[in-house]
């Protein structure tokens, strides 16, 4: 029986840390399919199908992944690609209780669907897409947390806002 994972998220953009969860994955699982959501409820930077093109590039040398943009409930797209487990990324204690409570909705609405978390590596400990993206924003250099075509994905980006005036979103600085 081939064993299939569905490792779902907006991915805006895709970073490293995102690389070596579905790396790991990989190694557990016969297939991974990188799940895209289509409509998140944060202001995605990049449309889903730019983030579906990256995420092809940033996985292209994981033979077993496959990336496709999903909308609706993530079991459901589960279950269509006949998805054993859902994998997710764990970088911090405060993202355990977000996960846990999503583990046990997904577990109410598909008992038959496992819920599989794989720490991250420490190196990728601080990485999120919403630094990601305000570091890129403000002109920072993000080489080391995101591909080559990422980077410059986001430099693109950047310079578009820069021109159309458009505020950088800051996360980093809390109330």
Same mark, same amino acid.
């Not at 919403?130 to 250099?141: C, M, Q, T, Y």
């Given at each position: %029986? ?6 779902? @998220?907006?991915?805006? #953009? ?26 998140? !409820?944060?202001? #995605?930077?990049?449309?889903?199908? =730019? ?14 992944? &496959?990336?496709?943009?999903? @909308? ?5 797209? !589960? ?12 970088? !911090?204690?405060?993202?355990? =209780?977000?996960?846990?409570? %999503? ?8 008992? $038959? ?5 794989? %720490?991250?590596?420490? +190196? ?9 993206? =305000?570091?890129?924003?403000? +002109?920072?250099?993000? $080489?080391? %947390? ?6 410059? !994905? ?7 806002? =820069? ?10 600085? &809390?109330?």
């Amino acid at each position: %029986m081939i064993r299939t994972a569905l490792y779902p @998220g907006t991915f805006d #953009p895709v970073h490293r840390g995102h690389i070596d969860i579905a790396t790991r994955a990989c190694s557990i699982f016969d297939k991974v399919v990188v799940a895209v959501y289509d409509r998140p !409820a944060k202001n #995605p930077l990049f449309t889903v199908e =730019e983030r579906v093109a990256l995420g092809r590039q940033a996985f292209e040398d994981l033979s077993n992944v &496959r990336v496709e943009a999903y @909308g609706g409930l993530t079991v459901e797209f !589960a279950r269509q690609v006949g998805a054993q487990a859902i994998v997710r990324g764990l970088r !911090a204690i405060s993202d355990f =209780e977000l996960e846990y409570q %999503m583990a046990l909705t997904n577990r109410q609405l598909a008992p $038959e669907i496992e819920f599989v978390c794989l %720490m991250t590596r420490q +190196a990728h400990a601080f990485i999120s897409s919403s630094i990601v993206k =305000e570091v890129a924003l403000l +002109a920072g250099n993000v $080489e080391a %947390m995101v591909t080559p075509q990422v980077a410059r !994905a986001l430099e693109a980006r950047r310079r578009q806002r =820069e021109e159309n005036q458009e505020p950088v979103p800051v996360v980093s600085l &809390r109330d």
